[in-house]
Each structure stands twice: as C-alpha cells, then as structure tokens.
C-alpha cells in the first residue's frame, strides 16, 4: 500500500511547464516596474490610494 496521504507526487510537466512561465513574467514584470519613477508611478493598493489623497488633503502637491 501507497501512503498517498504523506508522499508528494511528482507534478505534471505542463504544470512545472506553467510554473517557470509565471516565474519569468514575474521577474519581467518587475524590472520593468522598477524602471518606472515613483513620482509617475499609479496607486495600486486602497492604502496608496488613501495615502496619496491624505496628502493632497494636508496641503502636498500630489502627482499623477
């Protein structure tokens, strides 16, 4: 008897095949992000948002 319950199984190529894939946008999709210059830079989450909008309600110039 197979303990199937404590034994990896090994994963589908296409699966490893999809994994590598996601790695390497990932790594694209961040260099080129880190290209951008903050100040032109979106709001991507609620607290940059939020952040970004406390500022401009103190007084700050707020760009973008």
Known sequence: MIDSM???RPAPAGQ???RRLGAHLLDVVRGQDAVIP???RA???VAEMRARLAAAGAGEEVTA
């Open 6 to 8: 404590t034994r990896p």
């Open 38 to 40: 903050a100040e032109r």
């Open 16 to 18: 490893d095949a999809n």
């Open 43 to 45: 709001p991507r989450t």
